[in-house]
């Protein structure tokens, strides 16, 4: 017997499943056999007094979980971290844990309140003493590890857990002596399993099967090179019995019950500290304060759920609910994550809805220059469609071109410092770029109760997909905006697919150019064929317009018009040699309207018209695209996600396609600006011909323009 190792463990004389605070406990309310339970106990408690010394804790009435007092505290040497349990049903389990440890002689220290951690339950030191895993997610809050690191002078590696059932760090992962690892993989996230997979060499991870985990075989007392454990298969049990362990197995069944089996049942009470190992949590806080209609916009949810998400934790510091219907909230909310690099991702994320770091933390935001012409570094913060100032020189500056997936460039002149949004293909050497996170805010609008009262129900601030039915309101609202813009000599941009032509959409959308509704045109070499193969032929890609059904060798109609068009040089020639005296194509030129035709690779032809270089088609179409008040998105997703990624946020974008998928991408910019149809665009746009007639005149628009 080795007298050097102790456990503590307390005898199942009160206990029972009496509440439900972990999955295992659901349907188990007072199903566990009191006789049993205490002959299963009673062979563990043997099992362990063969290999090592047990003490006891006197068991208490009212307190059925006491039995599992792997959750009383975590040991380490002379000092213990008392557990602070998260359920009230097993809090009033802490005094009597904590008065065995001062009789012993323990220092015992203790957590803030409102800090759960749940002892050995959740912290698992390595067998060779180098580090402590510490396990977080249900029962345990991240913020918790510091104080450990601190107080054990100890590294804390911390674990997010993300399966319910296995809430404790201790029911799915269980350090083993030489170094070796019994875990399930599937019960952390993919950050805690790079870190399991960093300390422990691929040889010592033994990494279990569901049907093993739910049996508890990670739920094990490992002492020298005995493992004890409820049950393992024959595989599991041939694994480690080929790295050299002995397995014992004693059932547990009626502990199962309530959510705990071996090891939950004991605490090693006996941890050597090695002098060589010293403190050092890479948890890293960082306070973050959210302003806005916090709560009517969703943003605080958004914002906890993402930290959460991310594999953060979060405490909410202070929270200023806005008193009046106009008031706007704000929120202090302290971030904590397991490791810088998680930190920044979590941050960028927060920068993107809106958050800001409070002003005073950063003067001047990380830079790092560029080595190679087109390529940023490393850490580069890439930036959204939202306004973004950065901060230089202790002062916010605004970001300009602000636009999606790119980097930020800035530059200090003698009396002002700029800050650029560019592409990574623009980038030139020693250009500086941000990266990193700090002194980065994103400017969202004010959604919710500031906005214009807008009189219907349907507003582009009410954003959302709407169905059938509504289509004809948002019509009318987007008909009433298309007038304003007009008049004010704004800009209106179209993004078409060809669908446009097939649904019969193609005169409605030029008697749009023609009444300038319209200021630009964006789309594919098919769009411009099409139209341009109605206008001549009468058919779309063969169908017959006006009868609907496919004409004879109408397949080679769009190549006959793309061999026209090709013949006259280009679509302009055309329309001036009166070859193409109709349809969109023709409307565009004729009035103006400057379009641009990005190609693809399954383009016949394609129209001399037709952009093949993409970069300088993307670059046209970001050009054309400067200043615009509204785009309208008709039925193609390519170059519509084409256009929205080079469009800030502020500018109105209207979506509208057959297949709700599209449009719900399309209009997922925030709700602000972006407002989705579901409908046949044909449809759609006679709908807004007739809507836009009304409010032209009492005449129809055709009569008076
Ligand atoms: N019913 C107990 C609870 O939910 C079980 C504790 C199991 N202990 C453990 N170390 N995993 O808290």
């Known amino acids: 017997m080795t007298e050097s190792i102790r456990f503590l463990m307390c005898a199942p004389e009160h206990y029972d499943v009496d509440y439900v605070i972990n999955p295992w406990m659901e349907g188990n309310i007072h199903k566990s056999a009191r006789d049993r339970a205490v002959e299963q106990w009673q062979k563990l408690h043997h099992v362990l ?27 380490l040497g002379d000092d213990v971290v008392l557990s602070r349990f998260l359920h009230k049903e097993r809090q009033g389990e802490e005094p009597h844990f904590r008065k065995w440890f001062e009789d012993k002689g323990y220092t015992v220290h203790e957590l803030p309140k409102d800090l759960p951690f749940e002892g050995a339950g959740d912290a698992l030191l390595d067998r060779e003493g180098r580090w402590l895993w510490a396990g977080y997610g249900f029962r345990s809050e991240l913020d918790s590890h510091p104080y450990i690191a601190k107080w054990l002078d100890i590294e804390v590696l911390s674990l997010r857990l993300i399966d319910e059932r296995f809430y404790h760090l201790d029911t799915c992962f269980c350090p083993l002596s030489g170094g070796y690892l019994l875990y399930y993989p599937d019960a952390f996230d993919f950050y805690s399993n790079r870190l399991i997979q960093m300390r422990v060499p691929p040889e010592k991870r033994i990494a279990i099967e569901e049907a093993d985990a739910v049996n508890f075989a990670c739920n094990a007392v490992n002492i020298d090179s005995i493992v004890v454990m409820n049950k393992a298969s024959e595989g599991l049990q041939q694994r480690l019995v080929d790295v050299g362990f002995e397995v014992i197995q004693t059932p547990l069944t009626e502990f199962l019950k309530a959510g705990g089996a071996a090891k939950c049942l004991t605490l090693r009470v006996t941890e050597p500290v090695l002098d060589y190992v010293h403190a050092n949590a890479p948890v890293e806080s960082r306070v973050i304060h959210l302003q806005g209609h916090l709560l009517d916009a969703g943003i605080v949810n958004k914002a906890l759920d993402l930290i959460v998400e991310n594999g953060g934790s979060f405490q909410v510091l202070n929270f200023d609910l806005g008193q009046q219907r106009q008031s706007t909230s704000k929120a202090e909310v302290k971030v904590s994550a397991p490791s810088h690099e998680v930190m920044e991702e979590i941050f960028s994320m927060l920068i993107d809805l809106g958050a800001v770091a409070p002003p005073q933390e950063t003067c001047d935001t990380n830079t790092e220059i560029v080595t190679q012409p087109g390529v940023a570094p490393e850490d580069f913060y890439v930036t959204t469609i939202y306004t973004t100032e950065v901060r230089v020189n202790c002062e916010w500056v605004k970001v300009q071109n602000q636009r999606m997936d790119g980097a930020i460039v800035v530059k200090n002149t003698p009396d002002a410092s700029v800050a650029t949004c560019k592409l990574l293909r623009d980038l030139e050497v020693d250009d500086r770029v941000i990266v990193g996170v700090d002194g980065i805010r994103t400017i969202r609008k004010q959604e919710a109760r500031d906005r214009e009262p807008s009189g219907t129900e349907f507003s582009f601030m009410g954003a959302g997909v709407s169905s059938e039915r509504r289509v004809e309101l948002v019509v009318e609202q987007i008909a009433w905006e298309l007038r304003q813009i007009r008049d004010r000599g704004g800009k209106v941009l179209v993004v078409a697919g060809p669908v446009v032509i097939h649904t019969g959409g193609a005169s409605h959308l030029s008697h749009l150019i023609r009444h300038g509704y319209v200021q630009g045109l964006l789309g594919g070499n098919a769009i411009a064929v ?22 004879l060798g109408g397949h080679r109609h769009h190549l006959k018009v793309i061999n026209t068009i090709r013949g006259c040089g280009n679509i302009a020639k055309a329309v001036e040699k009166g070859i193409l005296t109709q349809g969109i194509m023709y409307e565009c030129v004729k009035n103006n309207v400057p379009f641009c035709l990005a190609g693809s690779i399954r383009d016949d032809g394609p129209l001399p018209d037709t952009e093949m270089d993409l970069i300088k088609a993307q670059a046209e179409y970001a050009r054309l695209i400067q200043g615009a008040d509204m785009i309208l998105m008709l039925s193609t997703m390519l170059h519509s996600i084409g256009a929205g990624n080079m469009t800030p946020a502020g500018v109105k974008m209207v979506c509208v396609d057959i297949n709700p998928a599209v449009v719900t991408k399309l209009s997922d910019r925030g709700s602000i600006e972006s407002l ?15 809507r836009l007639d009304k409010l032209t005149s009492p005449y129809p628009i055709s009569q008076t323009l």
């Open 49 to 75: 007094k063969d290999k090592a010394v047990v003490d006891l804790v006197k068991p208490e009435i009212g307190w059925p979980d006491m039995v599992f007092t792997a959750n009383a505290g975590l040991v």
């Open 676 to 690: 989705g149809l579901v409908t046949d665009v044909g449809l759609f746009l006679s709908l807004l011909v007739q």
């Open 530 to 551: 099409h139209d341009i193969e109605q206008a001549l032929m009468g058919t779309s890609l063969g169908v017959d317009m006006q009868r609907g059904t496919p004409v």
